[in-house]
């Protein structure tokens, strides 16, 4: 078999979604599975719905998650250029070999001209059953064609199709798939108004010339495969021809269809890897970066819309979900997209992450905070409580009282744990804490207060409860030694103390 080559060819009109992603990642992890080579190149041949922006936004998002290319737009490789809009001597040559072998023509109907078409036949197709009726180079002959695209008129060039002829696309998802060529329509290949392909022979065109060896897209380009099929063989590449496999949708995660912005925006999830600046109408849409998302979780999470492994191991790193993939393992029916697994994901490897690097990313909440602490203390606390949150952005609100002392203290809490005696074993407990040294020692720490309880007769929850809320403010937080253990000795003595003056005596 011939190297694997893979290619992801994205139309910069905007920013990724989501579903583009993990198209993206199922090439990327099948050409690494293969040692095969990873493409990238840039479809702007609609320079109409061209976004300023959208190519780096794409760049930048596969860098965040960890996908490399080996070749294309901004990577190099020999194929190039990767950019669309710098092909164009490359495509005119077989637009006019398709021309040449009779295979396409020249038309040079006005949109008035079609839209008239359209309002009088129902469902009007350009296709063998309407060409005659139409303006171009078939019924107007070679020479008048000559005459008038020398004269400037802006023409379309078309392919001609064959009715009743059996196309079949052979998919790796979805096994044989058999359309009849009488549906399909004489689509536009070329336009003279901008001396640009269409995406259709752009897109095989580039695919033969880089020795693409499999399409893996979405869905939504099934409708597109059967003419890309013919144009294969017009183009006389069939044997070259890459395999193809449909990717199945992304669906709603409630209801049917699919997955829409407008879906996240409801619901309140991204459906973009990073956040995007609508460069038109200054709208900001949320990426997954800035939500607090690591890129390992969604990379994990998307593997998994569509696809699994066929056991029930849901937690993959990039390297074993190059190792477990297969193509052929993909459904053909849409994938939900449940975003509270995703949420569910990003808990996961957060308790798998390194604390430090999330430290690093906690430190930024607590100086925009106003507060100044050192990283060793952060990584100490994201350590105790970081399996109580799903984000990192979680954290800080669920961890201020490590550097921030309470000014108040819950009421309820005071109600039900501030027994009358309560300040005479607080007082006594402070005694007991002061003459403790070891409060890096959380065991230790807890085994010596727990002896003093024991030896006093003093219920644990009558100490606990009460000590935790003169350190804390309220009954929340871990174990009440890990609290000790961040605060230090000085400043618990010091909370005990501002808690004795405001508490009931
Ligand atoms: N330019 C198309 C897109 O935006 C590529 C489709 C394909 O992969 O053939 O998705």
């Given at each position: ?422 300040p005479r074993i607080m007082h006594e407990l402070y005694d007991v804490m002061a003459a403790w040294d070891n409060y890096d020692d959380i065991e230790g720490s807890e085994a010596h207060v727990k002896a003093w309880c024991e030896q006093k007769g ?48």
């Amino acid at each position: 078999m011939d190297k694997v080559r893979v290619r992801f060819a994205p139309s910069p009109t905007g920013p990724l979604h989501i579903g583009g992603v993990r198209t993206a990642l199922y090439n990327y992890l099948f050409a690494r599975q293969h040692g095969g080579e990873f493409v990238f190149r840039i479809e702007d041949t609609d320079s109409n719905r061209f976004v300023p922006g959208a190519e780096e936004y794409i760049i930048e998002s596969f860098k965040w998650l960890g996908i490399k290319f080996d070749e294309g737009v901004s990577f190099g490789g020999e194929y190039g250029p990767y950019r669309q809009s710098e092909r164009k001597e490359i495509y005119k040559v077989y637009v006019d070999q398709l021309l040449r072998d009779g295979l396409a023509y020249v038309a040079f109907d006005t949109p008035e001209k079609l839209e008239a078409k359209r309002k009088e036949i129902p469902n009007f197709q350009y296709d063998a059953t309407t060409r005659l009726s139409m303006d171009n180079s078939l019924v107007i002959g070679g020479e008048e064609t000559a005459r008038r695209i020398a004269n400037g008129d802006k023409y379309v060039v078309r392919i001609k199709i064959e009715p009743g002829e059996d196309i079949v696309v052979n998919d790796i998802i979805r096994g044989e798939v058999h359309i009849n060529s009488s549906i399909i329509d004489d689509k536009v290949l070329y336009k003279s108004a901008d001396n640009l392909p269409t995406y259709h022979l752009a897109n095989i065109v580039d695919d033969h010339m880089m020795h693409i060896t499999h399409v893996i897209r979405g869905e939504e380009w099934l409708p597109s495969a059967p003419l890309h099929v013919l144009l294969y063989k017009y183009l006389g590449w069939s044997d070259t021809m890459p395999r193809f496999a449909h990717l199945p949708l992304l669906l709603k995660p409630d209801g049917n269809g699919k997955l829409s912005k407008r879906d996240g925006d409801r619901l309140g999830f991204p459906v973009f890897p990073l956040e995007w600046h609508d460069p038109k109408t200054g709208d900001v849409s949320s990426g997954y970066r800035e939500s607090g998302y690591l890129p390992e979780a969604v990379i994990n999470f998307l593997a998994l819309l569509g696809w699994n492994p066929g056991t029930e191991q849901e937690i993959m790193s990039l390297d074993e979900l190059v190792s477990l993939f297969r193509l052929e393992r993909c459904s053909k029916s849409g994938a939900k997209f449940d975003f509270e697994k995703g949420k569910w994901f990003n808990h996961q490897y957060l308790q798998m992450a390194d604390n430090r690097r999330i430290a690093e990313e906690m430190m930024k909440d607590i100086t925009a905070n106003g507060v100044v602490t050192d990283m060793a203390k952060v990584e100490q606390v994201v350590g105790f409580m970081k399996s109580r949150v799903s984000f990192i952005k979680e954290l800080w609100p669920l961890c201020s009282f490590f550097w921030i002392a309470p000014t108040s203290y819950d009421e309820k809490a005071i109600q039900k744990r501030w027994k009358e005696e309560t300040p005479r074993i607080m007082h006594e407990l402070y005694d007991v804490m002061a003459a403790w040294d070891n409060y890096d020692d959380i065991e230790g720490s807890e085994a010596h207060v727990k002896a003093w309880c024991e030896q006093k007769g003093y219920p644990l929850g009558n100490v606990m409860n009460p000590f935790r809320l003169m350190l804390v403010g309220e009954l929340k937080g871990p174990h009440m030694f890990e609290v000790t253990a961040v605060l230090g000795k000085e400043e618990t003595l010091r909370r005990m103390e501002t808690a004795f003056a405001a508490l009931p005596k």
